[in-house]
């Protein structure tokens, strides 16, 4: 144990037996006791008041203390502190009105408030937890350890998000991947030798190189795959930052209106032209399963079930679900730091990302305030937006209002439902949320050790451990499979597992010697076989299958496990106000898309309801921590704003 002991904060060891599990719904701490650190952390606990202090006992809920208080939110690395008082100081105190308010602090409403705020708009944000980001957010779950509870990676964040809002000013930090994707085999014939493996990265050399292990016609073909996706991406991209196509003028609107709504044909016309003469070939990528795009390009199955994983993650579809290629191109059509489809860790965890936006909100004046739940927007009279009624009663007037919460919340919990036409609300009652994931945040005293790439002598971290991990991932079939076994209502047999260990790249995720392990399951359904609910005992047996999986890639994991946070679809619906558990609000299907999102003639951000909009995962162009559809709603509220 030795060579493996970790230290928490304030250098006290944490104990091999130590477990969190869950209990009543919440986390209860075995066998273990963290007294208050008795030097200043830079933000990693509250005061050391009894009311801020780490409980004893796990309250329901899956939130540590009342209202989560006890949950350290801790970005180490960040000048930044974590944002967790009543209000922040750069709006002052809770005032009756604001020009705009925005309901809910997820990544998406903050950058709709910051960017707003830059346009000289009074904007006030209400978050119902104790914490802002959403998804994109750092917690404290076990003693020392930070984890990314929900979202764990970024790339999709649109570039000039990052210019606009100044985001490395205000102390956004990134860890780049390299390599990025590593698919360990599990090859029981191999005898003495090591198991393959495959490691791809940045360099395309090294790339076909591992590929020619499996096939070496794929290896030669691997770069023009690349570059086809490539270029599909650059087609999509203009299409990211701006509404989509605004049908309704087309057909309902004067004369005027539909002259005006032709500039919304630009982005698509240029996507048009970047495609030219391929446009059929590409159009298959978008609507045929994945499985049918890949075997068109390779032929050994370690290859495809790696590619196709992009295809699936977070979304209730196999690999021969048509469509899937969308998905798959959501996740590579983004970067960082002029580097096409790179992905990577944000120091401190994803909520220092969150952070750094409320950071540059708050400085040009935006107030942000936690722990304040909506629970009416209000309208007046002539069937316009006058602001909200916050849970305590408290009215708080607006001139416009911007959601960041599902389209199911918005429209059919939060909003009057007399403001809304019948066909339009039944819409948003159909809209397809079903979820595969469920989240498990892991606490483990060292590096797992892969039986296809063991571990360095003393433990420190190999190029492989910063990669995205993908178990039970050699073949198309068992993804297939992995989705049927949902499809009955059962949690699958052999789940999907993408591995993430970002504490290989950011040390101040965990203590000396430890990590964090982030793991992507699926397929898990919302509701099991019989429908029965999720329950402790459910979500140890499956999070206890998720580590028996791994624990046969890389043996001694198990006996690692320091403590563990299990979030199944439910959890992440309570919790994060996701619907279904679905980590991009509603299904991102073709039906679900570009003109279609939320639904038909209402893709534009704003809603039936004059002075509502939709800023969120809900709203084009869809999920991923992506910003973009706050960036978009917030221009579309200033135009209506100006237009008054």
Known sequence: MAQHSCTAAGGWPVAKNARWRRAGGGLQLLLFLLPPCSTPCLGQHKSKSPANSLPSKAQPGAEMAASGRGLCRAVAASPFPAWRGAHTEAGGGLKPEYDAVVIGAGHNGLVAAAYL???????????????????????????????????????????????????????????????????????????????????????????????????????????????????????????????????????????????????????????????????????????????????????????????????????????????????????????????????????????????????????????????????????????????????????????????????????????????????????????????????????????????????????????????????????????????EDAMDGLPSHRPMIELCIPSALDPTLAPSGCHVVSLFTQYTPYTLAGGKAWDEQERDAYADRVFDCIEVYAPGFKDSVVGRDILTPPDLERIFGLPGGNIFHCAMSLDQLYFARPVPLHSGYRCPLQGLYLCGSGAHPGGGVMGAAGRNAAHAAFRDLKSK
Not at 142 to 169: H, M, N, W
Not at 190 to 210: F, H, I, Y
């Open 117 to 483: 705020q830059r346009l000289g708009v009074n904007t006030a944000v209400f978050e119902r937890r104790h914490v802002i980001g959403g998804a994109a957010v750092t917690e404290e779950i076990v003693p020392g350890f930070k984890f990314s509870r929900a979202s764990y990676l970024l790339s999709l964040l649109r570039p000039q998000i990052y210019t606009d809002l100044e985001l490395k000013k205000h102390g956004l930090r990134l860890h780049l991947r390299n390599p990025y994707s590593f698919t360990p085999m599990l090859e029981e014939d191999a005898g003495s030798k090591v198991p393959r493996s495959l490691l791809l990265g940045t360099d395309m050399a090294e790339n076909q190189k591992q590929i020619a292990q499996f096939s070496r016609k794929d290896a030669q073909v691997f770069p023009r795959y690349e570059e086809f996706m490539h270029r599909l991406a650059l087609a999509i991209d203009p299409l990211l930052d701006a509404a989509p196509v605004d049908m309704a003028a087309f057909q309902r609107g004067s004369l005027l209106q539909r002259i005006k709504s032709l500039s919304t044909l630009k982005p698509l016309l240029k996507a048009g032209r970047i495609l030219g003469a391929q446009l059929p070939q590409y159009y298959e990528v978008l609507t045929a399963p994945i499985t049918k795009v890949l075997d068109q390009w390779f032929e050994s199955e370690p290859l495809k079930a790696t590619l196709a994983t992009d295809a699936v993650i977070g979304a209730m579809t196999s690999p021969r679900t048509p469509g899937s290629g969308y998905v798959l191109l959501h996740h590579v059509m983004g970067g960082l730091e002029g580097m096409q489809g790179a992905w990577g860790y944000v120091q401190g965890g994803m909520g220092a990302l969150s952070d750094a936006i409320a950071s540059s909100a708050t400085t040009h004046g935006a107030s942000i305030f936690t722990e304040k739940t909506v629970a009416k927007v209000q309208v007046n009279s002539e069937g316009c937006v006058q602001g909200v009624v916050l849970e305590d009663g408290t009215e708080v007037r607006s001139k416009v209002v911007l959601s960041n919460t599902s389209p199911q919340i918005t429209f059919l919990k939060l909003t009057p439902q007399e403001w809304l036409p019948e066909e339009f609300l039944e819409k948003i009652s159909q809209l397809d949320t079903r979820s595969p994931v469920t989240k498990i945040n892991v606490a483990v005293d060292r590096l797992p050790s892969f039986l296809a790439a063991p571990n360095a002598p003393r433990g420190h971290p190999l190029p492989h451990h910063q990669c995205s991990i993908h178990l039970n991932c050699e073949d198309t079939l068992l993804l297939h499979q992995a989705f």
